[in-house]
């Protein structure tokens, strides 16, 4: 068991520490005077250029509303960002606003870097004006300390052809039934194969939780205390040990050979060249065919809830904007209220429909929204997705905003075992094991 608290505290003491060691700390936000004034330094995760330019436009809109400010956005991997966020805290030069990935704000708020935004959630309809999901991905303790900017839920996404070759006249709805629709599509004499997974990878975590969450495993659970402990009794670990068995078959059974080494655009490649028939995705699907110029398979795509088995579940994808208390507050928080008011964010969201799914109520019925579509994203469009996304949860958050859930992803340790199942023979229960193991070592 491990006091999330104290850990964060931990973090709280080392910066408050360097805050007096580092000279030319921040000092511009304004207590009086026109908010609307100075610069504003965004750090932004968004790399895809369809993505930078659109986030910069709604900059531009804001800018040409208020010349005074002068918004900065800075763009860079998610990879170490997180990392620089802490060290610019310590340092005090922080952004005044960063995009923020699942179990981000839990510890940047536990360490005081972030502003809570709970009244500006209040403003924009409260609660009710969300998804669920979308919220917890910026609470911590007994408020919010991000506002949510965007998901990507993961479906079931076929080939008909694979419905065909399988016999079934309909999308299966269980993992037997999805078991065998892999099995009976996949013709290793042509290459082509019925299931594809990513292990390579952060997104593989991801794209395994779908599994974990249908065979109800949640894997860690908090005390009223804020301590967090691995959640796995003699029954989860049968469900436990079961998953991994059935993740196994399936990947042996249906995948390419090479698959445990595949990267993402790798595996991306086969799924949009139609060589892979079925797997767990986001709507970029879609995107990967059009791109590829493969109509045939673009056109015999179809997209459904992931089959269950003790439930219904899925996974997402995220981010969340956050203030940074040591940055310009007042301005950060005009900044965020201006961009979500109305229909301002409708250009952003459609810049790359396919990965950035509003978590707001009103957008995602926006007819404005809606119309503007591409085409092949409106019969999913509202009703698929919000099936999706209630029955959606973020990384390990099963049980609540889970604080390591980033070191989960990065540290691939849902994945490990099913890779150590093939390269080492190891048994589904010792899968089990191992990711338990690795589990009590991140809490500890």
Known sequence: MVSTKRVL???????????????????????????RSGPLTIWS????????????????????????????IEVMPWGGALDRLVASHMAGNPPDISLM????????????????????????GGQSAFFRMGLELGFYEDGYYGIPFYVAPMFAVYQRSALQAAGMTRPPTTWEEYYN???????????????????????????????????????????????????????????????????????????????????QQELRNLVGNGLILSRLDTLEVFYDFRTRGNMTAFENVTIYPVPGRVRNATSTGGANLGILSRGNTALGTDYLRWIFEGDR???????????????????????????RLPDELKPVFPDIVMEALNSAS?????????????????????????????????????????????????LR
């Open 9 to 35: 505290i931990a973090i709280l003491t080392l910066s408050l520490v360097a805050s007096g060691l580092f000279a030319g700390g921040r000092t511009d936000t304004p207590a009086t005077g026109n908010v």
């Open 45 to 72: 995760m968004m790399t895809q250029p369809e993505r930078v330019e659109a986030f910069q436009n709604v900059a531009n809109s804001y800018m040409r509303v208020y010349p005074d400010v002068n918004v900065n």
């Open 101 to 124: 990935g699942s179990g981000w704000t839990q510890m940047l708020a536990g360490a005081g870097a972030l502003v809570e935004v709970s009244p500006l959630i209040n403003e924009m």
């Open 181 to 263: 629709l892999a099995v009976r599509s996949t013709d290793r004499s042509r290459n082509v194969f019925g299931f594809g997974k990513v292990m390579n990878g952060p997104q593989s975590s991801i794209a395994l939780w779908p599994f974990f969450q249908a065979n109800d495993v949640n894997l860690v659970n908090v005390d009223r205390n804020g301590n967090w402990f691995i959640d796995v009794d003699a029954a989860a670990r049968n469900r436990l040990i079961e998953t991994y068995d059935y993740l196994f078959r399936l990947m042996r059974d249906a995948s390419p050979e090479g698959v445990l080494t595949y990267t």
């Open 345 to 371: 964010l409708v250009d952003f969201y459609l810049s790359y429909p396919y990965a950035l799914v509003p978590v707001r109520y009103d957008m995602i019925r926006s007819p404005v929204y809606h119309a």
């Open 394 to 442: 973020f990384l390990m958050f099963a049980n609540g905003p889970f604080p390591f859930a980033g070191e989960v992803e990065t540290q691939q340790l849902l994945a490990r075992p099913i890779i150590e199942m093939f390269n080492r023979g190891i048994t589904a229960a010792q899968a089990a094991d191992l990711l338990i193991s690795d589990l009590q070592n991140l």
